[in-house]
């Protein structure tokens, strides 16, 4: 019953949206072959790794661009890509950009500092936006 009547309100906001988030729509077609090569590599989904948060790169793109983790998560960046390599640049940590990756290879990083982290793939960013978020909480 209570689903019912929340219904509406979820639909109407959803279908005004659309139009502007057309660009999500592909990102999230995208990041769904990007989990399918994940699988195809490793065998298990990406949320099955162990102590680490996986965010793939993929065709230009992090999959998923934005997440929020708590504080001491480390990322770890898998390249499901079949030939192009990316690095990451976490912006605010002081570190340098992290060697390439290649296929199936992959770049870890350990958020210790809370707060918003914008990180981006050296080679891609300019080029084809390939930047990404990271949200740390205290
Ligand atoms: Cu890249």
Same mark, same amino acid.
């Given at each position: %019953?209570? =689903?019912?009547?929340? !219904?509406?309100? !979820?639909?109407?906001?959803?279908?005004?949206? !659309?139009?502007?988030?057309?660009? &999500?729509? &592909?990102?999230? #077609? !995208? *990041? #769904?072959? #990007?989990?399918? =090569?994940?699988?195809? /590599?490793?065998?298990?989904?990406?949320?099955? #790794?162990?102590?680490?948060?996986?965010?793939? %790169?993929?065709?230009?793109?992090? *999959?998923?661009?934005?997440?929020?983790?708590?504080?001491?998560?480390?990322? =770890?960046?898998?390249?499901?890509?079949? =030939?192009?390599?990316?690095?990451?640049?976490?912006?605010?940590?002081?570190?340098?950009?992290?060697?390439?990756?290649?296929?199936?290879?992959? /770049?870890?990083?350990?958020?210790?500092?809370?707060?918003?982290? &914008?990180?981006? *793939?050296?080679?891609?960013?300019?080029?084809?936006? %390939? /930047?990404? %978020?990271?949200?740390?909480?205290?």
């Amino acid at each position: %019953m209570i =689903r019912t009547s929340f !219904l509406p309100a !979820l639909l109407v906001p959803a279908v005004l949206a !659309l139009p502007a988030f057309a660009g &999500d729509e &592909d990102q999230t #077609a !995208l *990041c #769904a072959e #990007a989990e399918e =090569r994940y699988v195809e /590599i490793f065998g298990t989904a990406s949320t099955e #790794a162990e102590g680490v948060t996986v965010v793939t %790169m993929y065709k230009y793109n992090f *999959c998923p661009a934005e997440i929020t983790v708590p504080v001491g998560t480390t990322v =770890r960046w898998v390249n499901v890509d079949k =030939r192009t390599s990316h690095s990451v640049l976490v912006k605010g940590s002081g570190q340098p950009e992290s060697d390439r990756a290649f296929p199936e290879e992959v /770049i870890e990083f350990t958020f210790l500092e809370p707060g918003p982290q &914008d990180y981006l *793939c050296g080679p891609h960013w300019e080029t084809q936006n %390939m /930047i990404g %978020m990271v949200t740390v909480e205290p």
